[in-house]
């Protein structure tokens, strides 16, 4: 019954992990899609060093790209994003019940 | 924010240290609580086997065992047929004891790791074997 598959889950945690591919998220998702030369003009960082970033957030399935004559364009696909909160509440509540469930056990021993 | 996603829980249990590691490592107690049917080897690089309640099947294989501490172990659902261990999806699950003066503190804590550890991506590995092994010997029955 877990949602999302707790290695993706990792690998979009892991992506996330850095604040420039977090801030990269923020552009695209508050400004819409961008091209790597658009994203390098508002951030600190290089082209280079920008689609590096990309790449990374892409392989996680958080970016998606599209080519526009020279340039890819990248745009923020949430939904692997969701599946990991999904992970987050469902193993909480697995665990919520199961450590119930051993409050019970020991419990019921000891009386 | 951590490089990998983490669940932790922390309940205080009315029982003995002793008592509480018993619960949390033997098959008949663990069948009360952490699934249907628990079936586990209690040692590192044991496996075991996990029914849920909702007859969900997950395989473990142990990481760590400090007796009365600690039980480390990675699971994953039997049903999936990875190609990769990180097909499969690995998590880690960590269950430490402390005493406290109301009891035990039992503290879980399951992390979603982007890269399974080498013990659970072995254990896959030689699922994945028997798989296909099983899959050859029906073809050619």
């Known amino acids: 019954m877990t949602t999302g598959d707790p290695t993706e889950v990792g690998v979009v945690f892991a992506a996330l992990a850095d604040a420039t591919r977090r801030d990269v998220v923020v552009h695209l998702s508050s400004d819409g899609p961008a091209t790597p030369t658009q994203l390098a003009a508002r951030l600190p960082v290089t082209r280079q060093a920008v689609a590096k970033h990309l790449a990374a957030l892409e392989s996680a399935g958080l970016v998606a790209v599209s080519r526009e004559g020279r340039e890819a364009r990248y745009r923020f696909t949430p939904e692997p994003l969701a599946d990991a909160m999904s992970w987050i509440t469902d193993v909480g509540l697995q665990w919520d019940r199961r450590l119930d469930a051993l409050r019970a056990l020991l419990g019921e021993e000891a009386g | ?141």
């Open chain 2, 1 to 141: 924010m951590p490089a990998s996603a983490e669940v932790t829980r922390t309940v205080v249990l009315p029982a003995d240290r002793k008592r509480v590691w018993d619960a949390v490592t033997r098959p008949a107690p663990l069948s009360r609580w952490l699934g249907a049917e628990v079936e586990i080897d209690l040692r590192p690089g044991g496996t075991g086997t996990v029914v849920g309640e909702d007859e969900t099947v997950r395989r473990l294989v142990v990481e760590e065992v400090v007796p009365g501490r600690r039980l480390t172990f990675h699971w994953w659902p039997a049903d999936r047929e990875a190609a990769t261990p990180r097909d499969a999806g690995a998590s880690t699950v960590e269950i430490g004891l402390d005493e406290v003066p109301a009891g035990t503190r039992v503290t879980v804590t399951e992390t979603a790791s982007a890269n399974p550890a080498p013990a659970a991506a072995a254990a896959m590995a030689s699922d994945a074997a028997s798989a296909s092994a099983r899959r050859v010997l029906l073809a050619t029955r």
